[in-house]
């Protein structure tokens, strides 16, 4: 038997950038012969292994094939006599279909290695088309590696697209699609992720309601760079050069869908797009079965965001109903991501990304005036149950009263 690393270690190696987990492809070998030499099979009828000390995945050489829709569908032959060639053409691109052995020799039969040099994200073969998921793994790879220069070649666009228009994402189970939208939204430039969906169309399937922001004016007062779409690539392009955690990152890609639904006439103004969107982001949140605390912070932040903006003008007892809201005593770290996500919200916008935001220390202090408030006087003077929290309502908002007064 021969054992070669393959896919993503070999790439990276390549590139020169750090190699997390490896993978691993035995030519040669049969199940029983792996399970001698002591592997742990991963599924019952899969011909993956784990090795018994490192842990690391070892898989047979193996044939697919796709015998239906969805990801159900697919029939594999694993055996002795497969390949590496083989096993190789069967992979979503060039860069990852490349393998080593334990000299460093490169079998890289579809030429990635030149693909890497020239910043190509190439298919390897027809086969690309049989697994919908490389849709959106090709435009993650196209965000992890933007700031190499990496682009999607034509061919692999119009094929994607052609995946796009077929219905086979819709077979994508929601946890399948999460996995690859939140690691791309962790990418460097997650913004290019959803440039690439759109480019072949794929958002218009997965995230219709992201999709329709393009073409969509904003005022150019506040929008210099006018498009909705463009506004939130570059909402969601600023939470990650800011290393904005995922749930911020998402509330990012989210918060104007209302402005998707503003009818024409009203255009370029979207009065109460922050109520109108919540049901698009309730919608899209659940599509992908999104953590709850990305669901939450996306609809929050989809609320609120114009109350950021606007924090310096707000009454103490608005001020008092958004801390109220966010539940800021118990969740304090929340209200920090929503503040935030106001900030990139303000920052995406065209020539002014430099901009100060005094609204975010301004809320910050706001909420630490309202949570400075004691308890213990009022529970002293017996208050209890709604009682209680009355008395500390108007506590906190004298508060804030006096905060405003001096802030
Ligand atoms: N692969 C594929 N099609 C998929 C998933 C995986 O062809 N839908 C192949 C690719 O050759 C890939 C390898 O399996 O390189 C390992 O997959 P995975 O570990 O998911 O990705 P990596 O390429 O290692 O990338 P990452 O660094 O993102 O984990």
Request: charged share 30%.
């Amino acid at each position: 038997m021969q054992i070669y690393k393959v896919g993503g270690a070999v790439r990276d190696r390549l590139l020169g950038k750090p190699v997390t987990d490896i993978d691993w492809v035995v030519v040669g070998a049969t199940t029983e012969e792996m399970l001698a030499l002591g592997y742990r099979p991963v599924g019952a009828d899969f011909p993956v292994f784990l090795h018994p000390k490192s842990g690391e995945e070892y898989a047979l050489a193996r044939t697919e094939r796709k015998s239906g829709r969805g990801y159900g569908g697919f029939t594999f032959h694993a055996s002795p006599e497969v390949t590496l060639e083989e096993d190789l053409i069967r992979r979503d691109l060039t860069i990852n279909a490349m393998a080593e052995d334990n000299q460093q020799n490169l079998t890289d039969p579809y030429h990635g290695q030149r693909d890497l040099e020239d910043r190509i994200l190439r298919h390897v073969s027809p086969a690309f088309a049989e697994d919908p998921l490389r849709v959106l793994r090709v435009a993650r790879f196209a965000a992890r590696y933007a700031d190499l220069g990496f682009t999607v070649a034509p061919q692999t666009l119009e094929l994607m697209r052609q995946l796009s228009e077929s219905g086979e994402l819709q077979a994508l189970t929601a946890e399948r699609s999460w996995k690859e939208i939140s690691r791309a939204l962790m990418e460097d430039q997650p913004q290019v992720f959803i440039q690439v969906l759109r480019d072949c169309d794929a958002l218009r399937v997965l995230m219709p309601e992201v999709d329709a922001l393009f073409g969509v004016p904003q005022p150019e007062v506040h929008h210099p760079e006018i498009d909705t779409g463009i506004h939130t690539l570059s909402v969601l392009e600023q939470s990650a050069l800011h290393k904005q955690p995922l749930t911020v990152r998402w509330a990012c890609l989210l918060h104007d869908l209302g402005k998707g639904l503003t009818p024409t006439e009203e255009w370029p103004r979207h009065i109460a797009h922050e109520h109108t969107g919540l049901k698009l982001i309730k919608a899209v949140n659940e599509r992908f079965k999104a953590p709850k605390d990305c669901q939450e912070l996306a609809l929050l932040v989809g609320k609120y965001h114009t109350h950021g903006h606007r924090a310096l003008e707000l009454k103490a007892s608005t001020l008092l109903e958004l801390l109220q809201s966010f539940d800021v005593y118990r969740r304090p770290q929340r209200f920090e991501e929503f503040i935030v996500a106001c900030e990139m919200d303000a920052r995406g916008r065209k020539g002014l990304e430099q901009r100060s935001y005094p609204q975010a220390d301004y809320l910050r202090g706001a909420a630490k005036a309202a949570r400075e408030v004691a308890v213990q006087p009022l529970l002293e003077k017996g208050l209890k149950g709604p009682e209680l929290g009355e008395a500390l309502k108007r506590e906190r908002l004298k508060a804030l009263k006096v905060y405003k007064e001096n802030a």
